[in-house]
């Protein structure tokens, strides 16, 4: 492949179109298949417990390929340096594509190979991003960073089980959720009020604008990280309940300040305040006692992680491929989709006998959201980017 081949391939041009597509892809493929397993239709050859690797595939495979369509996309915009894109790429797509049959297989190839296949695309990443941000002295988004390092010990905790080394695969799988979490207040915190500043602007010039980041948000920061870090070390403590439900409520109390319910007419818009909501709620659910296990867990997952997902990369997609920023009637669907998953999801374990049910209602409600974005969202990622002044339908 030349250095030339991206100009011919698209889908090699940018991170969002490669990443974006193997996220939703993986999503949609990965529930279902969890499902059967967990229903005794089908077997794992993995080396890790069914449930282990379902959390490890969701926040390792799924949500890492996100947050590296992500920042790959971003940090050309943050350096002012030319995008990863080519080989390099297509390489970095492969070590991913590589680490999800390797730990799906890792109970016929071995713990270790799948171990070293799966552990070549986080490193490989952040040498990537190290690069980047240092090579363009862009010192302010160092935090970025900084996540990769903990996904990739997150990581890397879930295999040293595999290998049989030490008993960490439930506290990797759950540092990982955490670091995603900080990402959905980090980078929630930056482009949830500066989308909606933007779209007031045109639109309700007559509005107050989002409040400005400030003391209040650098406050709720700092809280929500030392709610995690009791969650982590101490989740039956009774100060981790205080912890977390003050950090819910205090997300909440940061949301309402960014104006969401003005944004009701554009539900491009109106889905990241959702998925953010689901964090203050997620929260709030993990400090009170005597829910049914993973209620909490799958707010957090499900409604925050997965909507807040599904909304940048839908925005993101729109924005760089050169279509207009409104969400059409197949992506408001999708946003329906996710939220019908996230709420089932929570109510699964309250159904009784219908619990399984429940879950398999979610489980497709979450694969058909995923699977409904990679349709989609296919030729936007496969095409050129459409030139200005040319009209395309929303999709």
């Known amino acids: 492949m030349s250095e030339r081949d991206h100009l011919r391939l698209p889908l090699l041009s940018a991170g969002f179109r490669l990443f974006f597509l193997l996220s939703a892809v993986w999503a949609c493929v990965g529930i279902p298949l969890w499902l059967a397993v967990y229903g005794g239709a089908a077997q794992l050859q993995t080396a890790l417990p069914p ?12 949500a890492a390929a996100t947050v590296a369509g992500f ?3 971003a940090i050309p915009n ?16 492969l070590a991913w594509f590589a680490g999800r049959v390797g730990v799906l297989f890792s109970a016929d190839i071995g713990a270790s190979a799948a171990c070293v296949l799966d552990l070549l695309f986080p490193i490989a990443f952040l040498a990537v991003v190290a690069r980047e941000l240092i090579a363009g002295r ?18 890397l905790l879930v295999h040293l089980e595999a290998l049989g080394l030490a008993d960490t695969a439930a506290f990797g799988n759950q540092f990982g ?3 995603l979490l900080m990402l959905i207040s980090f980078v929630g915190g930056r482009i949830i009020p500066s989308f909606t500043r933007n779209w007031l602007a045109k639109r309700r010039p007559d509005m107050r604008p989002p409040v400005p980041f400030g003391w209040f948000d650098q406050a709720v920061m ?36 960014w104006r969401g319910l003005a944004t009701l007419p554009e539900p491009l818009l109106w889905v990241l305040h959702l998925g953010y909501g689901w964090l203050g709620l997620g929260f709030c659910l993990l400090g009170w006692n005597g829910l049914p296990p993973f209620v ?68 497709s409600a979450w694969s058909a959201a995923f699977g409904l974005f990679a349709l989609l969202y296919l030729r936007p990622f496969v095409q050129p980017r459409i030139p200005r002044g040319v009209e395309v339908r929303p999709i």
């Open 51 to 62: 449930s282990a690797w379902h959390a490890h595939e969701m926040v390792f495979g799924f």
């Open 71 to 73: 920042m790959l996309t």
């Open 78 to 93: 943050w350096t002012g340096r030319m995008p990863v894109q080519g080989l390099p790429l297509a390489l970095l797509g």
């Open 138 to 155: 862009n010192w302010r988004n160092l935090p970025m960073l900084t996540a990769l390092v903990f996904l990739l010990l997150g990581n």
């Open 177 to 179: 959720i955490a670091t």
């Open 222 to 257: 700092v809280l929500t990280a030392v709610a995690l870090v009791a969650w982590l070390f101490l989740p039956d403590a009774i100060v981790t309940s205080g912890l977390c439900l003050a950090a819910g409520l205090a997300q909440w109390a940061r949301l309402v300040r």
């Open 296 to 363: 909490a867990l799958h707010a957090l997952t499900v409604g925050a992680i997965g909507t807040m997902t599904l909304a940048v990369m839908t925005r993101a997609t729109l924005g760089h491929t050169g279509r207009p920023l409104i969400a059409g009637p197949g992506t408001t669907t999708i946003y329906v989709l996710v939220t019908t998953a996230a709420l089932c999801r929570l109510a699964a374990p309250f159904v009784g006998s219908h619990y399984l049910l429940m879950l398999s209602i979610a489980g």
